[in-house]
């Protein structure tokens, strides 16, 4: 069951409620985290927690009933299979043109990403957040956010030696002989234990092909870092399979939430409310926009105003594979997570920062395979659909065209230098880039706009959004440093004045 009223209420288990839950745990205010997912800590009778990636089972996907992988295809063959509806980790949701991935449970994408933790540029952080303050971020934010999440480097030594990372070691020779240089990515994945499950002397999990359905080892995920330091406070709690669906505020100007709790084939088992004095929204970019706008259109809310689902963007993300000639092998040994960037985004046209991404299958498949960020100042927005009481997300394809043309001017160029071509048989139909998915949603309650620079909702006292939500649309970098960066910024700010005082 859920308590009938806390102070503090946390939407969401992600990056953004993981580090606004501890502080306030820390500060000694009693909080209450909502999270619609489960926790994931129990072995099933196959002895792991999470499914086995290259035979995803119902554990793999929330609530569907096929398996739905980045790659569509090889050679063209559809690589997905039948699985049970579950409320399982992973979530793909569709808008027409775009669609994103998403984790869900306690953690949130945490369980699911590729743990690659980099702190944005400052010149790139100033530019999209120009009235955040840059000393503050990079003296004290950055640090705390990069402490806390556990991040660490690769030995490069190793690095240069591992059977693991000979795919990311062939891409940089082969940017390297087209004039690019590379740079290493650190990581919340543990790179020590990585070593270990390289020499065999422990269980393996990258190094098992363990990504995107969840790591059973070596991860440093939310759930045991900030959310494990929350709930040591004694002052948080975290309640699971309870999803928000309704906000409205009462005569004494407290919120009050409409709860739905599932059963973990999505079934509704009961709907209960719940009070809170400050309501903070981390149930991400796509969760917390549907939350605020369905509240402002259904009129629950109805002082929100316009920049509710505006300035919505998939950080230029792009995926592109590369044929390799024979005798460059990658390796049948690919660690599940990226170690490795090409950097071109001080390319004045064309800024481009691709990740070296692992092509995990166990055979030599003779790919290389890249996520690239890219600068797109497209913005979609969100309106709210009644019909299936949920927001839904416009962009176009047309949107996504300036991602894919930037990134194809620098791999043209290594292809050009290296006389190799792209791989057409991976994204289900014969285009070389695929832009019609994103890892990465950002943007939907815009810091400064939506909100003042610390997470407030315009309209509203004690309503915060503290996810990816408040960052405009791109971050050049992968995002999950600079959220958990932000949410350390704005709840020591909240914390100061609108709750201790
Ligand atoms: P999220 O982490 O999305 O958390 C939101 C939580 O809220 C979820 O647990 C969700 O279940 C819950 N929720 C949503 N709605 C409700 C509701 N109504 N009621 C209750 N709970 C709700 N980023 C990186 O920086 N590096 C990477 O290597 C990387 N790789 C990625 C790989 C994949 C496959 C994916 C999907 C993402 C990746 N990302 C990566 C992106 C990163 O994980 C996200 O940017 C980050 O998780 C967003 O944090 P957040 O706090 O905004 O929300």
Sequence with gaps: GLPDFSPAVVIGTGYGAAATALRLGEAGIPTVMLEMGQLWDTPTADGSVFSPMLSPDKRSMWLKERSEMPLASFLWIDINTNIERYAGVLDRVHYGDMSVYLGRGVGGGSLVNGAMAVTPRRSYFEEILPDVDADEMYGTYFPRANAALGVNEIDRDWFEDCDSYRYARLSRKHAEKAGYRTAFVPSVYDFDYMRREEAGEVPRSALDSEVIF??????????????????????????????????????????????????????????????????????????????????????????????????????GNVMLGRANHAWDLTGTLQSGMPALGIDAWDDPDNPVFAEIAPMPAGVELWVSLYLAITKNPARGHFTYDAASDSAKLHWTAEQGQASIDAAKVHFDRINGVNNTVYRHDLFGDTRAFENRFTYHPLGGAVLGEATDLYGRVKGYDNLYVIDGALVPGSTGVNPFVTITALAERNVDRILAEDIRS
Excluded at 223 to 230: E, I, N, R
Excluded at 297 to 304: A, E, Q, V
């Design 214 to 315: 969840g790591n059973n080892h070596g991860k440093r995920s939310l759930d045991k870092t900030y959310l494990a330091a929350a709930l040591g406070t004694g002052n948080v709690t975290i309640k699971t399979l309870q999803e928000v669906r309704d906000i409205r505020r009462s005569a004494d100007g407290t919120y009050r939430l409409t709860v739905r709790e599932l059963d973990e084939t999505g079934g509704t088992v009961a709907r209960r409310e719940m009070g809170a004095r400050h309501l903070f929204l981390g149930a991400g970019s796509i969760g917390s926009t549907e939350l605020l706008l369905r509240a402002r259109d259904t009129g629950t809310l109805p002082g929100l105003g316009e920049e509710i689902g505006q300035g919505w963007g998939p950080n």
